[in-house]
């Protein structure tokens, strides 16, 4: 049943005097191509003004691309479940899914429960240090909260014991967060897009992180440096993968599809893998909330799939609106007596 015109209040983080993210603008020219009415509603470090704008608003669904709140990638969670207290409908995972996906190490944990692919790890919170396998050098190195390759850099890379033990103290010190310790896997980075429901994902086609022309003295990580630094000849690049056996792309969807499930993830998400020289996929992290724009991973793969920009952005709202019943609306701004999702 196709959507009635809504009002969509699009939520997102933006400090005061900074410009706008771009993925900002092309969502809001998305929604009205597809006929809905968008407004924007920035979000800087106040609760109250955060509730009284999205009240404000009077709009029918929140399309959410608040990553992070008072500059902490942490609270990430926290504005969703804000919304969820005061009945706000809202586009992607809920605070559970956010809250699992967020804590690496717990995500690492729920991927082992459900026998899903994932590299041995080993975390350290400062006090005591909890190993999962037998570990191996090189291990990577990471925070265990934090976003958008935060922390993670060309020394996360680790090959004994006193490098590892250095890096934890600098997350520790630095970040005041957890360490987590993973297997490197040597191979192809990917990244599969699901969207959709839980109860009825799609998955798209796998896009790959192009190392091919990298200098080859540094690793072959996606750090800060692979993610945000200039694109100059050699750069590392996002092609769609290739050379992918029938068989082993079935396993990186499922392990894909699995952890979308496991994790409670709805909407949309991008679960980042890599696959071993040996050929068997591992998932590395889940992102419930990857960013958006007409350039990213998930873009891409849905071109791929025959999917325009815009109508990626309306199968993602498609997704929403079905789970609050939305498309039964007769037309943007009737008041209606939904309650708050349930977490879970």
């Known amino acids: 049943?196709?959507?009635?015109?809504?009002?969509?209040?699009?939520?997102?983080?933006?400090?005061?005097?900074?410009?706008?993210?771009?993925?900002?603008?092309?969502?809001?020219?998305?929604?009205?191509?597809?006929?809905?009415?968008?407004?924007?509603?920035?979000?800087?470090?106040?609760?109250?003004?955060?509730?009284?704008?999205?009240?404000?608003?009077?709009?029918?669904?929140?399309?959410?691309?608040?990553?992070?709140?008072?500059?902490?990638?942490?609270?990430?969670?926290?504005?969703?479940?804000?919304?969820?207290?005061?009945?706000?409908?809202?586009?992607?995972?809920?605070?559970?899914?956010?809250?699992?996906?967020?804590?690496?190490?717990?995500?690492?944990?729920?991927?082992?429960?459900?026998?899903?692919?994932?590299?041995?790890?080993?975390?350290?919170?400062?006090?005591?240090?909890?190993?999962?396998?037998?570990?191996?050098?090189?291990?990577?190195?990471?925070?265990?909260?934090?976003?958008?390759?935060?922390?993670?850099?060309?020394?996360?890379?680790?090959?004994?014991?006193?490098?590892?033990t250095n890096r934890v103290r600098v997350i520790r010190k630095e970040l005041q967060d957890e360490a987590l310790a993973e297997e490197f896997i040597q191979g192809r980075e990917v990244y599969v897009g699901v969207i959709g429901p839980k109860e009825l994902p799609e998955i798209l086609p796998i896009v790959e992180l192009d190392f091919g022309n990298w200098d080859k003295n540094k690793p072959t990580i996606s750090d800060r440096e692979v993610k945000f630094a200039p694109e100059t000849e050699g750069s590392p690049r996002l092609v769609i993968a290739r050379d992918i056996s029938t068989v082993l792309r079935q396993r990186v969807e499922r392990a894909a599809l699995l952890a979308y499930r496991g994790l409670k993830l709805q909407d949309y998400a991008r679960i980042d893998l890599r696959i071993s020289e040996a050929g068997d996929p591992y998932i590395l992290e889940v992102n419930p909330n990857p960013y958006l724009e007409d350039k990213s991973e998930l873009a891409m793969a849905a071109r791929e799939k025959g999917l325009s920009y815009t109508q990626l952005i309306g199968r993602i709202l498609d997704s929403a609106a079905q789970r609050y019943g939305l498309e039964k609306r007769q037309a943007a701004g009737l008041p209606d007596s939904e309650t708050a999702p349930v977490i879970g």
């Open 1 to 164: 049943m196709p959507l009635p015109p809504l009002k969509i209040a699009i939520l997102h983080y933006q400090l005061e005097g900074d410009p706008v993210d771009p993925v900002v603008t092309q969502v809001g020219e998305s929604l009205r191509e597809l006929g809905h009415q968008p407004s924007f509603i920035a979000v800087s470090d106040r609760v109250a003004d955060l509730l009284q704008e999205i009240q404000a608003a009077q709009c029918d669904l929140v399309f959410n691309l608040c990553e992070t709140f008072a500059e902490d990638y942490r609270l990430e969670v926290n504005v969703a479940a804000l919304m969820e207290m005061a009945r706000v409908k809202f586009t992607g995972s809920s605070t559970a899914g956010l809250l699992l996906a967020q804590d690496k190490i717990l995500t690492k944990q729920l991927l082992e429960y459900h026998e899903i692919p994932t590299p041995d790890f080993a975390t350290f919170d400062g006090i005591s240090v909890e190993t999962n396998g037998d570990l191996d050098f090189p291990l990577i190195v990471k925070p265990a909260r934090s976003d958008a390759s935060i922390g993670i850099g060309g020394k996360s890379l680790v090959h004994n014991w006193e490098q590892l």
